[in-house]
């Protein structure tokens, strides 16, 4: 080993270790940032009130955990709206099944043969949101209640207001049945929150960028999807 390579070491040394010392800070701070915004979304979304009594032209319902589609189907049935999109059903899956499904809509059955459509190309909450802006668009509706779970809502909506900005959400949060507890107890439902607070940042990042850049191209890109994707059953 040279000479100058011994006087270079400590040098290096010391380089690689502020290096070293630098990442764990940043790595410490945004740990510290993420723990104490999924703390904030949890405890929003746990103590968000259920239910709603207003009115639109629309309801959808986004399919996923219990009372979803029975809360929906609820509203329909009280003249809150003229119709209903059942959002993310099974490809295979039709009225028949969905009343099996959930009995507390069974009263409520002869609301399929008239007022209900249902979505079957939905296969997470993006594509909920484009198949729900071309069902509301192509019958004219302004004002949409949307009904998904409490944990659920703020991405549903950040979704919903990217694909339709000139429309009325009136939120129906449902609270789900793993929430009436403390969740912090409960480790399955401490991670569906912290998955979905994850992918609500993701949400709300895209938000944020996608109001940066340039509205033309992106309206064209959006309205030629809406085109394509629009497909009532």
Not at 32 to 38: H, N, P, Q, T, Y
Not at 112 to 136: G, M, P, Q, V, Y
Not at 182 to 194: I, R, S
Request: net charge positive; glycine share 4%; with cysteine.
């Amino acid at each position: 080993m040279t000479a100058g390579s011994e006087k270079r070491r400590p040098v290096a040394w010391r380089i690689a270790r502020a290096i070293v010392l630098r990442m764990t800070s940043l790595l410490t701070f945004f740990t510290v940032v993420l723990a104490a915004g999924f703390l904030l979304f949890a405890c929003w979304v746990s103590n968000m009130p259920a239910g709603s009594s207003g009115a639109a032209d629309g309801i959808v319902a986004l399919t996923g955990d219990e009372d979803r589609i029975a809360e929906a189907m609820h509203l329909l049935a009280r003249g809150k709206a003229s119709r209903l999109l059942i959002s993310g059903v099974y490809k295979r899956t039709g009225a028949t099944q969905i009343i099996s499904m959930n009995s507390p809509v069974r009263d409520e059955a002869w609301l399929f043969s008239c007022c209900i459509d249902l979505d079957k190309r939905s296969l997470n909450t993006e594509d909920n949101a484009f198949e729900t802006t071309a069902w509301a668009r192509k019958r004219g509706f302004r004002s949409l209640i949307v009904v998904t779970s409490t944990y659920h809502m703020p991405r549903t909506l950040i979704e919903l207001k990217q694909s339709m900005p000139e429309a009325c959400l009136v939120p129906y949060p449902v609270k789900s049945p793993r929430m009436e507890a403390e969740w912090w107890n409960d480790p399955k439902t401490t991670w569906v929150l912290f998955k979905e607070y994850l992918k609500f940042v993701t949400a709300s990042a895209r938000y944020a960028a996608n109001a940066l850049a340039p509205q033309s191209s992106s309206n064209q890109q959006q309205s030629s999807r809406w085109t394509v994707n629009a497909r009532m059953d």
